[in-house]
Structures are given as C-alpha cells and as structure tokens.
T-cell receptor
Framework: GDSVTQMEGPVTLSEEAFLTINCTYT??????LFWYVQYPGEGLQLLLK?????DKGSNKGFEATYRKETTSFHLEKGSVQVSDSAVYFC????????????FGAGTRLAVHP | DGGITQSPKYLFRKEGQNVTLSCEQN?????MYWYRQDPGQGLRLIYY???????QKGDIAEGYSVSREKKESFPLTVTSAQKNPTAFYLC???????????????FGPGTRLTVT
C-alpha cells in the first residue's frame, strides 16, 4: 500500500545551520506531496506542496523537490532559526479516492541559539 | 478570518463515558476529516465526509461516531467502545473533491483528550 517514510528525529541543529529532512514514499498512483509543520500544542500547518514530478515547493525559506525517479521529497532550508523548532510531517495524497492524506511519523527539529 | 475551530483544547473524561469533540469551519469547504495523533506517530484517519449528510469510515473508525448535519460542522463522538481514547484529535477540511485533483487539507488547532 501507499506509505511515507521520514528520517527519525530528533534533529538538533545550531541556529543558521543547513537543514535536510529526508522523506521517501511508496505510491501506486501519481501522488501529490506535502510538508506540514506542527508547533508545540498546535494543529498542522501546510508548509509547502508539489503536485507533479520536478515541481519545487517553497515557503518561508523551506524547499522540497518532487523527485519521481528516487520517490523522494526531501525538505531543506539553508539557515534555520530557533523559531523553526517544530515537528515536520511529510505526506502524500493519491487521486481517485477521497483525498486521503498518508503521513509519515514526523521528524522533530530542535534549533538552539 | 476564515479557519477551523476545535473546542475544547483540553478535555478530561472518566473511562466508560462518551465524549463529543467539536469541529467548526467557515472556509466554505465541502470535505471534512477527523484524525487521531499519538505520541511519536503520524496522523491516522478516523472518519471523513465529502458532503453534508454523508460520511465514511477511515482507517481506525472503531469506537468513534460522527455526524454531518451542517456544512460547517463535523462533530466526533468518542464512545466507551474505543479502547485507547487518550490522544490528540485533529479536524481538517478541504475544498470540494468533485471533478478536482488532490487538494491540500487545512487543520484545526486540535483537542487533547485524556481518559482516566
């Protein structure tokens, strides 16, 4: 079945360091891919998305490129801030159904000054 | 501002009691969803509704029930049949799926339910 695998956390970085959070997927159809962010005690916020191969989603300095050949959608940011500390979820959705989102387990990011 | 509200933020119940979690949206979205989140895990789909007066079971519907009498509202009842009800519950919505490709879901702030 369809699934998403994320790198395990926590990821601990110093401020201004480069961030990569790996995400790979398995899907029988042609999925759309998403990154959501969850700050402590809150719901999920859509961070970025990509709907077809080679699309690059970007928002707030974060980027991810839809790589069909490697079935990946890695999240990157060039210079993290303390305020980026949160849990990041990679997710996919496959058409033909009810817009079901399949989530990875989440990766906790902790950025210290 | 448009958005999704969930209330209350924290809810405490005794084992054996049913409890209803509220979810309201003013985004004019047709589709609504309920997810459950457990520590260190991703979200799992409980129920979803694509239109008023219609809803379908998700992956973990046992012990839960929903209703969709109004477009704006999609309450979730956690019944006494749910064996492990303590969790963080998230409601989401998206635009109509009819004739459209996949679209993103927007989430509410969540309700943390503790059952003792």
């Amino acid at each position: 079945g369809d699934s998403v695998t994320q790198m395990e956390g926590p990821v601990t970085l110093s401020e201004e360091a480069f961030l990569t959070i790996n995400c790979t997927y398995t899907a029988t159809g042609y999925p759309s891919l998403f990154w959501y962010v969850q700050y402590p005690g809150e719901g999920l916020q859509l961070l970025l998305k990509a709907t077809k191969a080679d699309d690059k989603g970007s928002n707030k300095g974060f980027e991810a490129t839809y790589r069909k050949e490697t079935t990946s959608f890695h999240l990157e940011k060039g210079s993290v801030q303390v305020s980026d500390s949160a849990v990041y979820f990679c997710a996919l959705s496959v058409s033909g159904g009810y817009n079901k989102l399949i989530f990875g387990a989440g990766t906790r990011l902790a950025v210290h000054p | 501002d448009g958005g999704i509200t969930q209330s209350p933020k924290y809810l405490f119940r005794k084992e054996g009691q049913n409890v209803t979690l509220s979810c309201e949206q003013n985004l004019n979205h047709d589709a609504m969803y309920w997810y459950r989140q457990d520590p260190g895990q991703g979200l799992r789909l409980i129920y979803y509704s694509q239109i008023v007066n219609d809803f379908q079971k998700g992956d973990i519907a046992e012990g839960y029930s929903v209703s969709r009498e109004k477009k704006e509202s999609f309450p979730l009842t956690v019944t006494s049949a749910q064996k492990n009800p303590t969790a963080f519950y998230l409601c989401a919505s998206s635009i109509s799926l009819t004739g459209r490709r996949i679209t993103e879901q927007y989430f509410g702030p969540g309700t943390r339910l503790t059952v003792t």
